[in-house]
């Protein structure tokens, strides 16, 4: 995000578009590496962490929005350690209660990085902005502002090993279990997202939690499923439709489907096709031309994700 080269006058932008359309709630978060990159790092210019995004916004905007800031129970990714062969053995047991393992190997966010991540929070709260042992932590270092939990909802068996072997979340061995034997059945692994959802959405409400946040990712079924389960909504979990979920395409943290308007470097055009390897094919409409080039005739261009986004 940027505007002529410079990355916090795109921010800018962004903001004043979004107080102007009536939002007064951020969620300010540093970001994900771009699509195709192992590593995040911060553009020439922009900011470097999420709390210099927080402290921007309360400089140019004062209390004019709501900001909530990202909090890791288990540490954030970048502060977990792999563990070598023998190590285990000396975790304490704070840490045993954080750590996670996948592929034969532990890792785990070692108590002073935890304290690292818990000053870093307590940091970012203050400048104007995660479950029960992580809240009573929080408290315990002077966190006192709400904290929601953040719920991604089990969809499917390859985004589940894919984000907790990402996030280096600690997983109980029995939902390992259970996700391995309703891999290859779509509809009864909804099912079980819908009641595993519940329970632990009800266990949070009755632990104090008055607000979920569910992360969507524009796949409705399971949501509204646990939703029904707890009395919130009534039936609308049938009434969703998730037939265009394979046309969907995630592009930063917005997502353009097949007929959606989008723009790139080279103009404006309508994504037509995504095809399996992720090749975007975009029928060109409006071109960006540079004085004394021609238009390009073919109206077709093929772009990855990341080098095109919605309008």
């Known amino acids: 995000m940027d505007k002529d080269g410079d990355p916090i006058a795109g921010v800018h932008d962004a903001l004043e578009a979004a107080y102007k359309g009536g939002i007064r709630n951020i969620v300010a978060l540093r970001g994900d590496p771009p699509h195709g990159q192992e590593t995040w790092t911060a553009t020439e210019g922009g900011f470097t962490c999420a709390l210099d995004l927080v402290k ?17 129970p288990e540490g954030h990714p970048n502060a977990i350690t792999e563990l070598k062969p023998g190590e285990e053995a000396n975790m304490t047991d704070a840490e045993k209660g954080r750590c996670s393992k996948f592929d034969g190997i532990t890792y785990v966010c070692k108590d002073e990085d935890y304290k690292k991540e818990m000053d870093y929070l307590k940091q970012k709260v203050d400048a104007g902005s995660v479950f029960k ?20 909802c089990l969809n499917a068996y390859g985004g589940f090993k894919k984000m907790t072997k990402f996030c280096k ?15 290859d059945d779509t509809d009864a ?60 395409q995630a592009v930063g943290s917005a997502w353009a ?9 080279r103009g404006e055009g309508t994504l037509q096709e995504i095809r399996k390897d992720g090749v ?21 261009v093929y772009l990855q994700a990341g080098q095109y986004e919605k309008l």
């Not at 400089?59 to 909090?71: H, I, L, N, P, R």
């Open 56 to 72: 921007y916004i309360r400089t140019e905007y004062g209390d004019k929005f709501g900001v909530a800031v990202a909090g890791y």
């Open 133 to 152: 042992t992580f809240v009573t932590d929080c408290r315990k270092w002077g966190i006192e502002c709400p904290i929601v939990p953040g719920l991604m």
């Open 169 to 183: 979340a600690r997983v109980p061995q029995e939902l390992n279990d259970k996700m391995d034997s309703i891999k």
């Open 189 to 248: 692994l909804k099912a079980f997202g819908v009641e595993f959802g519940a329970e632990v959405c009800q266990e949070l409400t009755d632990f104090g939690c008055e607000v979920l946040h569910f992360y969507t990712l524009n796949l409705e079924k399971v949501v509204y499923g646990i939703t029904d389960q707890l009395g919130l909504t009534d039936s609308v979990a049938g009434k969703s439709d998730e037939s265009d979920a394979k046309s969907m």
């Open 257 to 265: 489907r097949v007929g959606d308007k989008v723009k790139c470097t």
């Open 280 to 300: 975007a094919v975009i029928c060109m409409e409006k071109w960006n031309v540079v004085a004394g080039e021609e238009q390009a005739e073919e109206p077709l």
